[in-house]
C-alpha cells in the first residue's frame, strides 16, 4: 500500500489570507510549505482511492477511470468541496463512501450527478476492497466523522482525521493491531485547554503514546503548529514526523 498527502492543511489552508505570520511568509515563498485542503490518495495493486475530496481541482488531478472510488472521513466543506464540480461529469459513476450523514454538505444528495452516495459505512464492520481492506472508524468531531483503517498483505495504515483525541472503542481497536503507519489530525501547537474538534500537539501525542505504530505523521496542520515547529527547540519525537502536501509513505 502506498499513501500520498495530497493535503495537510486545515480549513485555512497555509499560507492563510492576509496573513504575516512566519509561517505563511514562508509559504508564500518557498512552495513546499504551501499546505492545502487535508487529503489523501490510497493506492493498493490496481485500486486508487481518494480520501476526502476538498481540493477544488479534482477533474484536473483525476482523469476519468483513475480513481476507484471516494472515501469521506466526514462532509466539512474543507473536506468534501471538490465534489461540487466533479459531480456534473457524464458518462460515468464514482463511488462515494463515508459515514452516514442525514446533512451531507451542501446540495450534493439532491443533485449527485456523476457520484453514487448510495452505500454509507458503519464503524468497525470491514468492508473487503478485493486488494485490501477497510475497517472505518468513530472519531470525535463536531459532525459524523470516520478514521479508516487500511489492511493489505500484513500491513496497517491508520488515517484519522478530523479528531481530538480518540473515542474509547476506536482506540481500543487499533490497539489490537500493529500499525505501519498513522496519520494523525494535529492542528494547534501545544494549548493550555484540549482544542474542540481538533488535536493540539499534547493531544496529538498522547494518542500517538497509546499506539502502536512504526511511524507516525501529522495532518490538518494549520499556521500556528507551523509557526511553533519553526521556533527553536521545539522538537517532536524521531518517530512522529510532519506531513507535507505531496509527501509518500510506502508499506
Given at each position: 500500500?502506498?499513501?500520498?498527502?495530497?493535503?495537510?492543511g486545515n480549513a485555512a489552508q497555509v499560507p492563510v489570507y492576509n496573513c504575516s505570520c512566519p509561517a505563511c511568509q514562508r509559504a508564500r515563498t518557498d512552495i513546499s510549505y504551501r499546505r492545502g485542503p487535508c487529503s489523501a490518495l490510497l493506492t493498493c495493486g490496481e485500486q486508487h482511492w481518494l480520501i476526502d475530496s476538498g481540493l477544488p481541482d479534482l477533474t484536473e488531478r483525476f482523469p476519468p477511470g483513475s480513481l476507484s472510488g471516494i472515501l469521506q472521513t466526514h462532509y466539512h466543506a474543507d473536506h468534501a468541496q471538490g465534489l461540487l464540480h466533479l459531480r456534473w461529469g457524464t458518462n460515468t459513476r464514482i463511488r462515494v463512501l463515508g459515514p452516514h450523514d442525514p446533512d451531507g454538505f451542501a446540495d450534493l444528495y439532491r443533485h449527485p450527478g456523476i457520484l453514487d452516495f448510495s452505500h454509507t459505512l458503519k464503524?468497525?464492520?470491514?468492508?473487503?476492497?478485493?486488494?485490501?481492506?477497510?475497517?472505518?472508524?468513530?472519531?470525535?468531531?463536531?459532525?459524523?466523522?470516520?478514521g479508516y483503517l487500511f489492511g493489505a498483505h500484513g500491513k496497517r495504515i491508520a488515517y484519522l482525521t478530523d479528531t481530538v483525541g480518540l473515542p474509547?472503542?476506536?482506540?481500543?481497536?487499533?490497539?489490537?493491531?500493529?500499525?505501519?503507519?498513522?496519520?494523525?489530525?494535529?492542528?494547534?501547537?501545544p494549548a493550555a485547554t484540549t482544542p474542540r474538534n481538533h488535536n493540539d500537539v499534547t493531544c496529538a501525542l498522547d494518542t500517538l503514546a497509546a499506539l502502536n505504530a512504526k511511524q507516525s505523521v501529522l495532518t490538518h496542520i494549520g499556521h500556528e503548529l507551523d509557526c511553533w515547529l519553526m521556533e527553536p527547540g521545539?522538537?517532536?519525537?524521531?518517530?512522529?514526523?510532519?506531513g507535507y502536501d505531496d509527501a509518500e509513505y510506502e508499506t
Open positions: 500500500m502506498k499513501l500520498q498527502l495530497l493535503g495537510t464503524p468497525e464492520e470491514t468492508v473487503s476492497m478485493g486488494e485490501f481492506d477497510i475497517v472505518p472508524l468513530a472519531l470525535t468531531h463536531s459532525k459524523p466523522t470516520l474509547p472503542a476506536t482506540m481500543a481497536r487499533l490497539q489490537e493491531e500493529d500499525l505501519d503507519l498513522v496519520v494523525l489530525d494535529c492542528s494547534f501547537p521545539n522538537t517532536l519525537p524521531a518517530n512522529v514526523l510532519v
